[in-house]
């Protein structure tokens, strides 16, 4: 029978096994692997490698199992677009390893999905966590833009998580707007991440006094707060 060899890399020897086990549907305690003796990486961020040695045979069988999963996903995919989002973002934790069950509800112009996690849970306290979120969220507005929704409308929420953040944003775009129309100057904002962005825009354009306006891209998109223009002003001048 013939061996195959493949290379896994990830920042710990748990999180590497993890991998190489999701990708070849191969439990973690069957695996037959070897570390590979060499730093990866960076001096601040090394990288644990592997080598992972299986049957030809397994692998066909794999690939074949793979083709027919994808089959019956194409088949079950569901046409409504709140349904298809919830189905997408379990696919994506599915191929994590990770059972989900996803549920979407409308929260004025947005859809939320909320994300219970059967098994397992995230802390998304932790950056990586927060990343997490924020990828998926950004992979199904990408996916939901082919039934033509609004990019941003599709919110993810892991744990229920989303309604404590709403409140800390809360108490924060008083403190901006309060800020913004003491100082009467403009306020950038910098580094936040889309969702808590999204939720301090949606707050702030509910006042008339202030403006609100983004520039940049992806990780350093800036959000500016300026007193509104007082257009009744102008017209008695």
């Known amino acids: 029978m013939t061996k195959i060899k493949k290379e896994f890399f990830d920042d710990s020897l748990e999180e590497v096994l993890c991998k190489a086990s999701s990708a070849l549907s191969i439990p973690k305690e069957e695996l037959h692997y070897q570390v ?30 793979g083709k027919k999963e994808d089959a019956h996903d194409v088949a079950d995919t569901p046409a ?56 998926i969220q950004h992979l199904v507005n990408r996916a939901m833009a082919r039934f033509g929704a609004e990019q941003g409308r599709f919110i993810v929420d892991i744990g229920g998580k989303l309604e404590d953040r709403c409140q800390d944003m809360g108490e924060l775009t008083h403190a901006i707007e309060n800020s913004v129309i003491r100082m009467k100057k403009s306020l950038h904002i910098h580094m936040m991440d889309s969702q808590d962005r999204r939720i301090l825009h949606m707050g ?14 992806k990780q350093f998109r800036i959000l500016t707060v300026e007193p509104a223009v007082d257009h009744g002003s102008d017209q008695k001048q």
Not at 36 to 54: D, H, P, T, W
Not at 87 to 116: N, P
Not at 120 to 132: A, I, M, P
């Open 36 to 65: 590979v003796e060499q730093e990866l990486g960076r001096a601040s961020k090394k990288k644990v490698a592997i080598i992972v040695e299986f049957d030809e045979k397994h692998n066909q069988q794999h690939k074949k199992q």
């Open 204 to 217: 702030l354009s509910e006042s008339d006094k202030i403006s609100t306006k983004g520039s940049g891209k």
């Open 80 to 135: 409504d677009p709140p349904q298809y989002a919830s189905y997408l973002v379990d696919g994506i934790f599915k191929r994590m390893m990770i059972d989900t069950q996803t549920t979407c509800k409308i929260s004025k112009d947005q859809y939320i999905l909320s994300v219970e996690m059967k098994n397992q849970s995230l802390d998304l306290k932790k950056g990586r966590g927060r990343e997490l979120r924020g990828a």
